[in-house]
T-cell receptor, first 114, second 114 residues
Framework: AQSVTQLGSHVSVSEGALVLLRCNYS??????LFWYVQYPNQGLQLLLK??????LVKGINGFEAEFKKSETSFHLTKPSAHMSDAAEYFC????????????FGTGTRLTVIP | NAGVTQTPKFQVLKTGQSMTLQCAQD?????MYWYRQDPGMGLRLIYY???????DKGEVPNGYNVSRLNKREFSLRLESAAPSQTSVYFC?????????????FGPGTRLLVL
């Protein structure tokens, strides 16, 4: 069965500091992994996705994530936080069979302190 | 290109009332999904439709029905609303049955059942 675990439901960083949001996955086959961002009162927007082409994936708004099979991790990072990065971030893994739906983590709310 | 649209944006129901949530996409996608989002639980799949004319249950289908009216539209119906169905509902679409595809989300419908 597929699943993802996000460590830390809330993360606070200062503006200009490194952003690190953690995600670990469970999958018996090579996974497809995604990071989505949700701004207040909006739907989810894709930040980036891992599809096995490259282990370091670059996304929008300066975010990137590295797939580490040995650690079953897919952590999201950004070198320098901006106030506009304040949002909720969801890691997700695609279902292996049946629907091509996504299994989401419980989310991490990022606060950026000026 | 509107992407994925949902109506209504917000609804209050009394226990036992019925309602239909509407979703439409203009990207010519084959697959459509309904998720619900609850605090601390991420998004969970209610129903999905892999193609026009087909629908299948997801993780949490009890209390819901769906209709894939045509390729563009996928509606979610609550026949007899219960307080446990208070949630934010998201519709999503993707092109087809390839796992690395991006899912595109609508802005959501906030439902309160009293």
């Amino acid at each position: 069965a597929q699943s993802v675990t996000q460590l830390g439901s809330h993360v606070s960083v200062s503006e200009g500091a490194l952003v690190l949001l953690r995600c670990n996955y469970s999958s018996s086959v090579p996974p497809y992994l995604f990071w989505y961002v949700q701004y207040p009162n909006q739907g989810l927007q894709l930040l980036l996705k891992y599809t096995s082409a490259a282990t370091l994936v670059k996304g929008i708004n300066g975010f990137e994530a590295e797939f580490k099979k040995s650690e079953t991790s897919f952590h999201l990072t950004k070198p320098s936080a901006h106030m506009s990065d304040a949002a909720e971030y969801f890691c997700a893994v695609r279902a292996q069979t049946g629907a091509n739906n996504l299994f989401f983590g419980t989310g991490t709310r990022l606060t950026v302190i000026p | 290109n509107a992407g994925v649209t949902q109506t209504p944006k917000f609804q209050v129901l009394k226990t036992g009332q019925s309602m239909t949530l509407q979703c439409a996409q203009d990207m010519n996608h084959n697959s459509m999904y309904w998720y619900r989002q609850d605090p601390g639980m991420g998004l969970r799949l209610i129903y999905y439709s892999a193609s026009e004319g087909t629908t299948d249950k997801g993780e949490v289908p009890n209390g819901y029905n769906v209709s894939r009216l045509n390729k563009r539209e996928f509606s979610l119906r609550l026949e007899s609303a219960a307080p446990s169905q208070t949630s934010v509902y998201f519709c999503a679409s993707s092109e087809g049955a390839v796992g690395q595809e991006t899912q595109y989300f609508g802005p959501g419908t906030r439902l309160l059942v009293l």
